[in-house]
């Protein structure tokens, strides 16, 4: 069974940076594209970036410019390296494949953007 379980989240001024983990097990990291989305409450879940088996990447445009998205296949693990965050970042995060997503959602990692 595939497990997603999302790390790296916390409270963060306005300009600053975090970088999210996505621990993936099972057989889906090399099978498919991997994405990071994002919710907050009220809201549907939105993606916010994407990268494929051969590197390639997609990115929400209120994200473009300040995040990146990667991934090691020798640890499994998708990461999102955010910069200049912004209040509006303010969401749970979460990691899964792309649509339709093919594993469970995790719990998510909370990133909070404020002063």
């Known amino acids: 069974q595939v497990q997603l379980v999302e790390s790296g989240g916390g409270l963060v001024q306005p300009g600053g940076s975090l970088r999210l983990s996505c621990a993936i097990s099972?057989?889906?990291?090399?099978?498919?594209?991997m994405a990071w989305y994002r919710q907050v409450p009220g809201k549907q879940r939105e993606m916010v970036a994407l990268?494929?088996?051969?590197?390639?990447?997609n990115y929400a445009d209120s994200v473009k410019g300040r995040f990146t998205i990667s991934g090691d296949n020798a640890k499994n693990t998708v990461y999102l390296q955010m910069n200049s965050l912004k209040p509006e970042d303010t969401a749970v995060y979460f990691c899964?494949?792309?649509?339709?997503?093919?594993?469970?959602w995790g719990q998510g990692t909370q990133v909070t953007v404020s002063s």
């Open positions: 990268v494929s088996g051969d590197g390639r990447t």
């Open positions: 899964n494949t792309d649509q339709p997503v093919r594993a469970d």
């Open positions: 099972g057989s889906i990291f090399r099978r498919y594209a």
